[in-house]
């Protein structure tokens, strides 16, 4: 038996009701609810038949309970991105898509790719990823029914107007709650008072950084790059050289640096003459925009690796 076939792979599919799992050494299959109760016989069924890992999705918190059952278990998991799986289907031919497809996709995506062990998040930055989490709910519904305002019926425009302004008042009262959550741990405000003196860097991407970039500091720069999302990737094929494009990581963090890279480049000098030297040799703007993202991801990470604070000058020099 080769070492590919005593990687043995549990794939689980989540739904709100129900669990789809499909092992890849044999083959079997089977759909039960997504309960307390089967939840305990699936633990039962991986003792009397162990696998090397469970795989499952990231699907929103839906697969939190799963997973802290199977880790509470002592059973070895991985939480995977949805679309890594969907295009390692596709790859392999799979088009058609349904619950006992998409257990058995991610039994062999594990197979392929064995990804990393899932690690827990302790309780304190659960609870910030959680009301960060909150937070981008309600900016999104506040872009929705702003949307609406511009075309709403007369009637229904201060109903709308009124919503807006509850959604104003609830993200104020959770970016409050955030705050004091960073400003309770001694730890945190550590990390936090590196950051001083970096424009560009606001509440929220500090706290993503907190919530969603527990890594930062303990990679190099390109590793950090990749996990983002903000790493350039060829695109060549034979004497055809492509534009080079940035693909997968973390959206939730990716989203935040966005914004403030845009900040960056008009009020931080680093940042800003380096988008501008970007422009003037021809680089096209959003692409330029990106090259700024990953600067300043860099400078956060070197930050939290050296644990040395912010100075403009010294960064700017170098």
């Not at 739904?15 to 039960?32: H, K, N, Q």
């Not at 003196?197 to 500090?206: A, E, F, S, Y």
Request: with cysteine.
């Amino acid at each position: 038996m080769s070492d590919h076939d005593a990687f043995v792979v549990m794939g689980i599919d989540i739904c709100e009701a129900t669990l789809d799992w499909s092992r890849s050494d044999d083959g079997r299959y089977a759909s039960v609810g997504y309960n307390r109760a089967q939840l305990e016989q699936l633990i039962r069924e991986l003792r009397e038949h162990p696998v090397s890992l469970v795989v499952c999705e990231a699907t929103g918190g839906l697969e939190r309970e799963l997973v802290g059952t199977l880790i509470a278990a002592g059973v070895p998991v991985a939480v995977v991105n949805p679309r890594q799986v969907r295009d390692f289907a596709r790859s392999n031919g799979q088009l058609a898509k349904t619950d006992r497809l998409d257990a058995g996709s991610i039994a062999a995506f594990g197979v392929a790719v064995r990804p990393r062990i899932y690690v827990p998040k302790d309780e304190l930055v659960q609870a910030l990823a959680d009301q960060m989490a909150r937070r981008q709910q309600l900016v999104a519904m506040r872009v929705e029914e702003k949307n609406r305002l511009d075309r709403a019926a007369k009637a229904v425009r201060k109903n709308i107007r009124k919503h807006v302004e509850w959604l104003d008042r609830q993200i104020r009262a959770l970016d409050s709650d955030i705050d004091g959550m960073l400003k309770a741990s001694p730890q945190w405000q550590a990390k936090l008072e590196l950051l001083e003196g970096l424009k560009g860097i606001g509440p929220v991407m500090r706290a993503s950084c907190l919530a969603w970039l527990p890594e930062l500091g303990q990679l190099n720069r390109k590793a950090i790059a990749a996990l983002v999302g903000v790493a350039p990737f060829a695109c060549d094929s034979g004497t055809m050289r492509g534009k080079r494009v940035i693909w997968g990581g973390r959206k939730v963090v990716r989203d935040a640096l966005y914004m403030s890279a845009l900040v960056a480049t008009r009020h931080n000098p680093t940042i800003k003459a380096y988008y501008q030297r970007l422009i003037q040799r021809g680089k096209p703007k959003k692409l330029a925009l990106v090259a700024c993202m990953r600067k300043l991801l860099t400078i956060i990470n070197a930050l939290f690796k050296t644990k040395q604070p912010y100075r403009e000058r010294a960064l700017a020099a170098g």
